[in-house]
């Protein structure tokens, strides 16, 4: 791929209607940071103060010839804006513009479709692509002409989408067939740690806070690390043994943003399932960053759309390390850590267990001597406090915390 088409000439738009100077200054720098993620090159921006943004074409009448003289003089090939646009706007604005014009969900859907690995990632992009384009197929005209490559085009097969609208309907309906196969073989996976008794940990968080950080570091693996906006799109679960003993699993998914688009939240329906059955979520926040409660607000909110905010939660607010002046946590529980500091991740795994110790109930048990592989079963299931032998009766004394419906309970 050669330069040109690699860095795509980008300028960015943005409307403040209701939000404030920073909440607005953020958003657009984020958009930024989205674009060049998508191997886009931001040349210029357009910023706009209205009450409500303009029906026809976003951006007023005068705004919209400043915006056509920006682009032509920095020799940009995409307009970007940071709203989402109807096929009217993008009709209307391309009556103006001779550039490609695409809204900020259409970047996140590339990025995604860039980040896919999987299978059933892929799959998951394609659906929620489609699911975008299929109501703004009817009058792109010029658009659609121009959607031919580069950002928000990019995805599976490689090829132009189809202005027919029940080819992109049966192509939809094919894909929803074979995410059912994949969706039934995790339901199996999952019914099965279920009735293992393992306890399950989720890892949720803004996109870039340092969920794979905190995957890697605590089972010792390697998850993808990058310092990147969805680095991890397909969810990774992996074995943790906790210093006790206690053996759970820990699974990483898709990290979430402001304005997430509708459609992949319903793509990556089956993939947030997983994170939908577990007992305990890590809600991973990135302590260093300047738009702290814009990002937590936004976790929160999803997990409530998700019906996900139920879940007990322990807040761990991460890159402690990176932080400039007094940080005052916002959500509790939690705990304020660096992934990079081993100290930290013991702290981390303490924490953890307090939040898993209150979901389960006490226990005292004894073991006969005989019975080694009992033991090492309990230390792997519950959270021993105590341990004693009695060498005259030849038992162990165990005492500790496990699942209300646990065997143990019923050895007594």
């Known amino acids: 791929m050669s330069n040109e088409e690699q860095y795509e000439k980008v300028v960015v738009v943005g409307i403040q209607t209701t939000e404030t100077d920073s909440q607005f200054h953020y958003s657009l720098e984020e958009l930024k940071q989205l674009v060049e993620n998508a191997g886009g090159e931001v040349v210029g921006e357009l910023t706009q103060k209205r009450e409500r943004q303009d029906a026809k074409t976003v951006v007023g009448k005068g705004k919209l010839t400043e915006l056509k003289h920006l682009s032509e003089e920095l ?223 936004t976790v929160i909110e999803l997990l409530k759309e998700l019906n996900m905010d139920e879940i007990p939660r322990l807040t761990v607010y991460n890159k402690k390390d990176l932080i400039k002046g007094d940080f005052q946590p916002g959500l509790y529980p939690n705990i304020v850590i660096s992934a990079r500091d081993d100290d930290d991740i013991d702290n981390l795994f303490e924490a953890i267990e307090k939040s898993i110790k209150k979901q389960m109930i006490p226990y005292t048990i004894e073991i006969e001597s005989a019975r080694g592989d009992l033991l090492i079963q309990l230390r792997n299931e519950t959270i021993i406090e105590r341990q004693l032998y009695d060498e005259e009766n030849q038992v162990y004394f165990v005492e500790g915390y496990t699942r209300e419906n646990s065997r143990w309970n019923r050895m007594h």
């Not at 703004?136 to 995805?155: D, E």
């Not at 969805?230 to 990290?255: H, I, K, N, W, Y």
């Open 75 to 297: 020799s940009a090939t995409t307009i970007v804006f940071n709203q989402e646009l109807s096929p009217r706007n993008v009709r209307n604005i391309q009556e103006e513009i001779e550039a490609k014009v695409i809204d900020r969900i259409q970047v996140i859907l590339d990025i995604f479709a860039l980040r896919a690995q999987s299978k059933e990632g892929r799959l998951q992009v394609k659906l929620a692509q489609l699911s975008y384009l299929l109501p703004r197929l009817a009058g792109q005209g010029v658009n659609m002409s121009r959607l031919g490559a580069g950002i928000g085009t990019r995805g599976p097969g490689e090829t132009k989408l189809e202005t027919d609208r029940r080819h992109i309907q049966k192509q939809m309906t094919d894909i929803r067939h074979e995410l059912k196969k994949t969706e039934a073989h995790r339901e199996r996976s999952r019914e099965q740690r279920k009735q293992s008794n393992i306890f399950q940990i989720g890892l949720i968080g803004y996109t870039n806070a340092g969920k794979s950080t905190i995957l890697n570091v605590t089972t010792e693996t390697s998850a993808l690390e990058k310092n990147q906006l969805f680095a991890t799109l397909d969810p990774l679960t992996r074995q943790v043994e906790f210093p006790s003993g206690l053996q759970a699993t820990m699974t990483d998914t898709v990290g979430f943003i402001q304005d997430l688009p509708t459609q992949l939240i319903e793509a990556f329906q089956s993939t947030l399932e997983e994170s939908k059955a577990v007992d305990l979520l890590l809600h991973v926040v990135d302590a260093s960053e300047d738009n702290i409660a814009g990002h937590e607000q």
